[in-house]
């Protein structure tokens, strides 16, 4: 079955700081990979994916994210924190083989102090 | 930029009522998605659907949820005869013209059941 795990329920950084939010997966085939945010009542927001090619990706807001088959591990990353970052992450896989529902993470609320 | 829509924003019913969750998903898209989200648990897809017709479901998805796209631009969710534990935040999404696309999210509705 495909899952995601994402570890750390919160993350605290101080602006400038580099942040970075973990994620790991499990499914039986290759996987695509995406990072969402969630700022306070509004939907999920697309950051970054990966599909195939490059392990590291580069998204929304000066995010990236760096894809380990060896160790599953999809963390999401960025070099200098802003306080506007402070939000809810959600990671999620898509099992090539096994149709289009995401798959999500339980979310890592993102902490960033000023 | 186009952005997918949802209405209502907060939807309060009595338990054993019907209600209808309805989307306008991005207009060039062409797979439709209905995700849940109960208040401190994970996102889970509940249903997805091309060309007029379910292409993937969840367990979740029973005998009491149905979707359609009446129109060109609105996709609904119904759900009969509502549960307490229906109650959730519910996001519709959408993608483009390949289901391994990122998909794009409502704000959703919060569903309240009392």
């Known amino acids: 079955a495909q899952s995601v795990a994402q570890p750390e329920d919160q993350v605290n950084v101080a602006e400038g700081n580099p942040l970075t939010v973990k994620c790991t997966y499990s499914?039986?085939?290759?996987?695509?990979l995406f990072w969402y945010v969630q700022y306070p009542n509004r939907g999920l927001q697309f950051l970054l994916k990966y599909i195939t090619g490059d392990n590291l990706v580069k998204g929304s807001y000066g995010f990236e994210a760096e894809f380990n088959k060896s160790q599953t591990s999809f963390h999401l990353k960025k070099p200098s924190a802003l306080v506007s970052d402070s939000a809810l992450y959600f990671c999620a896989v898509r099992d090539r083989t096994a149709g289009t529902a995401l798959i999500f993470g339980k979310g890592t609320t993102l902490s960033v102090s000023s | 930029e186009p952005e997918v829509t949802q209405t209502p924003s907060h939807q309060v019913t009595q338990m054993g009522q019907e209600v209808i969750l309805r989307c306008v998903p991005i207009s060039n898209h062409l797979y439709f998605y209905w995700y849940r989200q109960i208040l401190g648990q994970k996102v889970e897809f509940l249903v997805s659907f091309y060309n007029n017709e379910i292409s993937e479901k969840s367990e979740i998805f029973d005998d009491q949820f149905s979707v359609e796209r009446p129109d060109g631009s609105n996709f609904t969710l119904k759900i009969r005869s509502t549960k307490l534990e229906d109650s959730a935040m519910y996001f519709c999404?959408?993608?483009?013209?390949?289901?391994?696309?990122?998909?794009?999210f409502g704000p959703g509705t919060r569903l309240t059941v009392l």
């Open positions: 999404a959408s993608s483009a013209d390949s289901p391994y696309n990122e998909q794009f």
């Open positions: 499914v039986s085939g290759n996987p695509y």
